[in-house]
């Protein structure tokens, strides 16, 4: 006997039955076999799980994750410690993990970059003095350009009301005007 | 009619382009330290080369040179310190300024002390012999801390602190032998400088 593939192959799904082959079919149950043992794998070195049991350090590494966030990477354009790879960066997380374990307060850790690195060292700058240019600048433009659009919008109301009274008065004359009317 | 439109664009537009001119005189890659006039970090720094040009040149491995240096132990002198790498050029621009430097003032309460930044002291050695040797001491930073502690974001970098312990002055990039022996020079006859030098 020739071999065939299985009747339910041939009729449901034709194309990936004869596609497969039996090489096919054997590396896809590789594939199969090396998903579930990666699933069934213990996390291994390289990925970001510290080594204490969960729970005892979730609210530290949740501090130090959102302290790294609002930190600038000193040798980065516009990049926050959290987000740059850079070994300086990594370097001041393990300052920043380091101050907070040893019982300093987020702001404690805060004050201390900023007495090295100046004020420039935090993303959101302090609302006082010139900073509060960078909140109120974009409010303010903003505000201008409402005042703007509504005195445009209205101006162009007045003039298309008042372009209405001048058409009404004069459509007589329009309609009047020899060739106007007919487009034929 | 006119005028007044002009007189509107003009009042919202020569501001905003002033402060564009402003921003474009700025280097964003210079951040002001706030350091100078403050102490200056302490620091407890291992030395991998011991500042003897000879017994660099002889010794095998960094290693072999431990000792450390306190910056509290040298108050009362003006200490420059000095942040590089080996795979920093400019570092290699500034070296005969610095080495130079140190020379004319050995032996007079100036004291020099290069601090190792993100590199290896084995090529940091290769470097300094490299180099023709270095006649000041150079410490390791492990994990950047004493870096980090003096707002580094990149080397080279000089601090000069004077004999009461506060940082002088602050240079990032490569420092000029004229530039050094002017602020050493003023540190010296009225024992501080002003904070505002960087």
């Known amino acids: 006997m020739t ?17 497969l082959g039996w090489i096919g079919r054997a590396l896809l149950l590789l594939a199969l076999v090396t998903f579930v043992i990666m699933l069934c794998a213990p996390r291994v ?82 609302p006082h003095g010139w900073n509060l240019l960078v909140y109120a600048l974009p ?46 | 009619m006119n005028w007044k439109h002009a007189t509107i664009a003009a009042a919202a537009g020569v501001p905003l382009i002033a402060l564009l001119g402003f921003g474009l005189t700025r280097d964003p890659k210079i951040i002001p330290s706030p350091l100078p006039g403050r102490d200056a970090p302490d620091f407890a720094l291992r030395v991998f080369a011991p500042g003897d ?54 032996g007079q309460g100036v004291r020099f002390v290069g601090v190792l930044y993100n590199d290896t002291p084995d090529l940091a050695m290769r470097w300094i012999r490299r180099m023709g040797g270095q006649n000041y001491p150079s410490l390791q930073d492990e994990g950047s801390r004493t870096a980090i502690d003096y707002g580094l974001y990149g080397v080279p970098e000089t601090f000069i602190i004077g004999p009461d312990g506060r940082v002088a002055y602050k240079h990032a990039g490569p420092v000029t032998e004229q530039l050094l022996i002017e602020k050493i020079e003023a540190l010296r006859t009225s024992s501080t400088i002003p904070a505002a030098g960087s």
Request: with cysteine; glycine share 10%; charged share 20%.
């Open chain 1, 45 to 126: 070195r390289g990925q970001e799980v510290s080594a204490a049991p969960p729970g005892a350090n979730a609210e530290l590494d949740a501090q130090v994750r959102k302290l790294s966030a609002e930190l600038r990477c000193p040798v980065c354009q516009g990049l926050s410690l959290a987000d740059s790879p850079s070994e300086l960066s990594q370097e001041m997380k393990n300052v920043v993990r380091a101050q907070l374990e040893s019982g300093k307060s987020p702001d404690e850790v805060k004050a201390y970059f900023v007495g090295r690195y100046g004020e420039w060292i935090l993303l959101e700058p302090k």
């Open chain 1, 3 to 19: 071999a065939q593939p299985p009747a339910t192959e041939r009729q449901g799904r034709p194309g990936l039955g004869r596609g």
């Open chain 2, 53 to 106: 040009t000879a017994s660099v040149a002889t010794a095998t491995t960094a290693s072999a040179l431990a000792d450390t240096i306190r910056l509290a132990a040298l108050r009362g002198e003006v200490v420059v310190i000095n942040f590089w790498a080996s795979w920093c050029a400019g570092c290699g621009v500034e070296h005969e300024a610095l080495v130079s430097v140190a020379r004319r003032y050995d």
């Open chain 1, 139 to 184: 409010l303010l433009l903003v505000l201008a350009g409402l005042a703007g659009v509504f005195f445009l919008a209205r101006r162009w109301t007045l003039a298309g009301a008042g372009g209405h009274v001048a058409e009404s008065q004069s459509a007589p004359d329009v309609i009047g005007t020899p060739g106007a009317g007919s487009r034929e």
